[in-house]
C-alpha cells in the first residue's frame, strides 16, 4: 500500500508555514521527499533514514519517527517558489524501489 | 554533469502501435529506475536496474511492457500493441550505490505518452 499524505492541499500566504505528513502502514527503511511542479519532474529535498537525524537546509527541515513510520515535512517563511506538489517516497528495507505517497498540493500565494 | 534524460519528450501514437522510449542516467550512476505517473497521481515503479541485470519488475507490468539496459549505460523502455490506458508520463530516475551513497532517486524530465 501506498503512504498516505495530509493535507492533500493547502493553500499558504507568503511567509506562512506548512506541515505535510507522509505515514506508512509498514516499517520504514527511508523516507525521501520531493517537489513536482506541473508538468516537470519531481525535484529532490532530502533523504531520512532510519536511525538519522532531522534534516534540513534553511527553510525546509524534516523529521522521521521511526514508532509511528511518520514523517514530516516542515516549510517556514513560504515562498512562491515552494508551489507544487509534494510527495513522500518511501522503502521498506535495503529494496531499491521507491514507493510514493497521495500527495500534498501546495500553493503560496501573495 | 547534464542529468538524466529522456528521449522523446512527448509521443503520441495510435492504439496497437509499439513505442520506445530512451533513458540517459547521470554518468556515475550505476542503477537505474522507471516509473509511470498519471494525472494527479504519484510515481508508480515499474522496474529497475542495477548496471545491466534487471533485479525488480512491478506486477504494473504486463507482458507488453519490456525494457533493456544493454552495456549497464542508457536504457530503453519498449511498450507493444500499446492502449489507451498507457497513456501516462514515464519517469525514468537513477542513482548510485556505494558505502558512502543514500541511494538517493534523481528523476529525468519524463516522457509523455498519448495513446489515440
Known amino acids: 500500500q501506498q503512504p498516505v499524505q495530509s493535507p492533500q492541499a493547502v493553500i499558504l500566504r507568503e511567509g506562512e508555514d506548512a506541515v505535510i505528513n507522509c505515514s506508512s502502514s509498514k516499517a520504514l527503511y527511508s523516507v525521501h521527499w520531493y517537489r513536482q511542479k506541473h508538468g516537470e519532474a519531481p525535484v529532490f529535498l532530502m533523504i531520512?533514514?532510519?536511525?538519522?537525524e532531522q534534516k534540513g537546509h534553511e527553510k525546509i527541515s524534516a523529521s522521521f519517527n521511526e514508532k509511528k513510520q511518520q514523517s514530516s515535512l516542515y516549510l517556514t517563511a513560504s515562498q512562491l517558489s515552494y508551489s507544487g506538489t509534494y510527495f513522500c517516497?518511501?522503502?521498506?528495507?535495503?529494496?531499491?524501489?521507491?514507493?510514493f505517497g497521495t500527495g500534498t498540493r501546495l500553493q503560496v500565494t501573495l | 554533469d547534464t542529468g538524466v534524460s529522456q528521449d522523446p519528450r512527448h509521443k503520441i501514437t495510435k492504439r496497437g502501435q509499439n513505442v520506445t522510449f530512451r533513458c540517459d542516467p547521470i554518468s556515475e550512476h550505476n542503477r537505474l529506475y522507471w516509473y509511470r505517473q498519471t494525472l494527479g497521481q504519484g510515481p508508480e515503479f515499474l522496474t529497475y536496474?542495477?548496471?545491466?541485470?534487471?533485479?525488480?519488475k512491478s506486477r504494473l507490468l504486463s507482458d507488453r511492457f519490456s525494457a533493456e539496459r544493454p552495456k549497464g549505460s542508457f536504457s530503453t523502455l519498449e511498450i507493444q500493441r500499446t492502449e489507451q490506458g498507457d497513456s501516462a508520463m514515464y519517469l525514468c530516475a537513477s542513482s548510485a550505490t556505494g558505502s558512502l551513497s543514500t541511494d538517493t532517486q534523481y528523476f529525468g524530465p519524463g516522457t509523455r505518452l498519448t495513446v489515440l
Open positions: 531520512l533514514l532510519k536511525g538519522g
Open positions: 536496474f542495477q548496471n545491466e541485470a534487471q533485479l525488480e
Open positions: 517516497g518511501t522503502k521498506t528495507g535495503t529494496a531499491s524501489k521507491l514507493t
